[in-house]
């Protein structure tokens, strides 16, 4: 028995064949998307900021010659706050002047550095030596002793990095560098390894195939 199938009108155009859905992994949803660039921006700031913060307290002193120091008192509050790590640039002695911001170590007692502003300078004539007297911003009379600059250059502040300080004190307690010594490498690798070997995901929609003419 033959069978016999209907004749297709001239000029007549056939239906497209319907296609099949595409499957597969499904796009990740918008927040979890935003969470994820988030995250990866957020590890790259992190790990500039500790690059710049090695280079400018480690690496610079030695290379463009400033210094750098973590004011523990709040004498010279609010110009410089407790916590704060001040930049202090060599000045020639002779360039001392009143209203300065100069670092030096007081004749009396520990010898310990200070931080405070000039408010008084005098030069001996006979051998050209310089004292200063100095005051913090905070304290309501000048510092009880008089300072001799020895030597060719003294440090003025230029720069102040807010709370810089309170992060170097807390990253020195040993816990916390334990952890930054073998964890922060640790995650960095097994991060780098996450973005080396994850599967690229095929998010191209499947084209449809062209209907016959």
Do not use: C
């Amino acid at each position: 028995m033959t069978a016999v199938l209907p004749a297709r009108a001239p000029g007549a155009v056939r239906e497209p064949a319907p296609v099949a859905e595409a499957t597969g992994t499904a796009r990740p949803a918008p927040i979890r998307a935003a969470a994820r660039l988030a995250g990866r921006w957020t590890l790259r700031a992190l790990v500039a900021a500790a690059v710049l913060a090695f280079l400018g307290l480690a690496v610079g002193p030695h290379v463009l010659g400033y210094r750098t120091m973590t004011m523990l008192t709040g004498s010279m509050a609010p110009a410089i706050a407790p916590g704060d790590v001040i930049v202090s640039t060599p000045v020639d002695v002779d360039d001392v002047a009143v209203g300065m911001i100069i670092t030096y170590r007081i004749p009396v007692d520990d010898h310990r550095v200070v931080t405070h502003r000039v408010v008084e300078v005098e030069r001996t004539a006979a051998d050209g030596t310089l004292s200063v007297r100095t005051q913090g911003d905070a304290n309501a009379a000048a510092d009880p002793w008089t300072a001799v600059l020895s030597g060719d250059t003294a440090w003025q502040v230029q720069a102040v990095v807010p709370k810089l300080g309170t992060v170097i004190t807390a990253l020195r307690d040993p816990a916390v560098s334990t952890a930054l010594v073998y964890g922060a490498p640790a995650l960095l690798a097994a991060w780098m390894l996450l973005t080396i070997w994850r599967p690229a995901r095929d998010e191209q929609p499947a084209e449809a195939p062209a209907p016959d003419a």
